[in-house]
C-alpha cells in the first residue's frame, strides 16, 4: 500500500524553467510532509518541508505548496539549474510514526 | 560530526553467503532508521530503534534479514542466506525525535 503517491517519475526541464513535482496522500493525520534530493551515489537529504497549517513554504528557489483539502503537496523548483538534476522525493509521517516515502521523481535540467 | 557513517560502500556476494551491512549514526540522535532503496519499490523501510531499541521491523522482508543495535553508535543489518533478490542500495538514516533525517551515503549490495 503506497501511501504517499508521487509524480511524474522523470523530468526533463530547459535550463532558467520551473521544475514541478507532485505527491498525493490519503491518510489526514499527517502532519508532517519534507522533501528530499538525492544525488547519485548518496544517500538522500533534507532540502524544505512544511506542516499542514501553512499553505506554502519557499527557500531560495524551492517553494512548497500545500492543499489541505485536496491532500496534494507539490515542489516547485524556480530557475532549475543544471545542478539541481536530481532524483527527487516526497514524504510524510503523523505524530510519533517513521517518514513515508513517495517512489521518487528523476529531475534532469539541461542546458 | 562526519554524518552518518556506513559501511561497506559497495558488497558483491554469492547466493547464500551472509551479508552484513554496518551503521554509525550521528552522535547525539535517539532514532536509527533502516531503509532499503530499489527501483521498482523506492525507499522502503526496514526496521527502526529508539534509543537501541527496535520499535517497528514489520518491514523487513522476511526472516533472512536480522538487525541490532548494541549501542548508540553502532548498528548492524545481517541478510543470512542471501539471494539475488536482495540487490539494493541499503540506506541507514539517524534522526531527533523523528525529523530531519540525516542519511548515510548507502551499501550497494550485489547478490550474484
Known amino acids: 500500500q503506497q501511501q504517499v503517491k508521487q509524480s511524474p517519475q522523470s523530468l526533463i526541464v530547459q535550463k532558467g524553467g520551473i521544475s514541478i513535482i507532485n505527491c498525493a496522500y490519503e491518510?489526514?493525520?499527517?502532519?508532517?510532509f519534507p522533501w528530499y534530493q538525492q544525488f547519485p551515489g548518496k544517500g538522500p537529504a533534507l532540502l524544505i518541508a512544511?506542516?499542514?497549517?501553512?499553505s506554502e513554504k519557499k527557500e531560495g528557489r524551492f517553494t512548497i505548496s500545500f492543499n489541505k483539502s485536496a491532500k496534494q503537496f507539490s515542489l516547485h523548483i524556480m530557475d532549475s539549474q543544471p545542478g539541481d538534476s536530481a532524483t527527487y522525493f516526497c514524504?510524510?509521517?503523523?505524530?510519533?510514526?517513521?517518514?513515508?516515502f513517495g517512489k521518487g521523481t528523476r529531475l534532469s535540467v539541461i542546458a | 560530526d562526519a554524518g552518518v557513517i556506513q559501511s561497506p560502500r559497495h558488497e558483491v556476494t554469492e547466493m547464500g553467503q551472509e551479508v552484513t551491512l554496518r551503521c554509525k549514526p550521528i552522535s547525539g540522535h535517539d532514532y536509527l532508521f533502516w531503509y532499503r532503496q530499489t527501483m521498482m519499490r523506492g525507499l522502503e523501510l526496514l526496521i527502526y530503534?529508539?534509543?537501541?531499541?527496535?520499535?517497528?521491523d514489520s518491514g523487513m522482508p522476511e526472516d533472512r534479514f536480522s538487525a541490532k543495535m548494541p549501542n548508540a553508535s553502532f548498528s548492524t543489518l545481517k541478510i543470512q542466506p542471501s539471494e539475488p533478490r536482495d540487490s539494493a542500495v541499503y540506506f541507514c538514516?539517524?534522526?531527533?525525535?523523528?525529523?530531519?533525517?540525516?542519511f548515510g551515503s548507502g551499501t550497494r549490495l550485489t547478490v550474484v
Open positions: 512544511i506542516r499542514p497549517d501553512v
Open positions: 530503534f529508539n534509543n537501541n531499541v527496535p520499535i517497528d
Open positions: 514524504a510524510a509521517r503523523s505524530g510519533n510514526t517513521p517518514l513515508v
Open positions: 491518510n489526514t493525520a499527517f502532519d508532517y
Open positions: 538514516a539517524s534522526s531527533s525525535w523523528l525529523w530531519g533525517y540525516t
